[in-house]
């Protein structure tokens, strides 16, 4: 049997998580540090009106706008894609961990070609043929294959046998292996 995922992964989704959220942080605070620095520089500037004052003061203002709107357009990128993936591929990993594992037993047709996005997290697409007690036919499958993991090698019609959380795949092996799912608990 082929373990997908292992505890290393978990923490590692875990551990990318916090660093990105630490570096999101950092920059936040370095940014307002900046503006409040530059804000009371403003502040302090004498009362008088002078044209040598009224243009440090229209400078003061404007690098608080700039540094002001950098650390918002930052926040949006920042938090909207990379952060925001590294979160929801953790959340895939803790799902995986107390989440209801399924063993099956297919038939493997092909690995597809492109990448599916399912959670904000990204998948290749496994295609098998599956039997449905319902239909009372074959039905095709599609098991979602993390990404950042290796595709599994099967030629067509091989009978696989496979776990999957949620349509992800977890573990798999060939049915030909008789003991290969013997201390799986389905839980």
Known sequence: MVNVYTDKDYENA???????????????????????????????????????????????????????????????????????????????????????????????????AFINEVGNVDFHVMAVLEWSDKTQEYMRRNVLVDKEKPMPDFKNGDIIKYVTHANVLLAYGLKSDDDVFEGFEQN
């Open 14 to 112: 875990l551990k990318l998580k916090k660093k990105l959220l630490g570096i999101y942080f950092a920059c936040l605070g370095v940014g307002i540090i900046a503006a409040v620095t530059v804000f009371i520089l403003f502040l302090r500037l004498p009362y008088i009106s002078t044209s040598e004052l009224e243009a440090k003061k229209n400078l003061y203002l404007v690098i608080v706008c700039v540094i002001s709107g950098l650390e918002i357009i930052f926040s949006f990128i920042y938090l909207g894609i990379p952060y925001k993936r590294a979160k929801y591929y953790f959340r895939l990993m803790d799902d995986i961990k107390i989440g209801k594992k399924m063993l099956n037993e297919s038939t493997f047709l092909q690995n597809e």
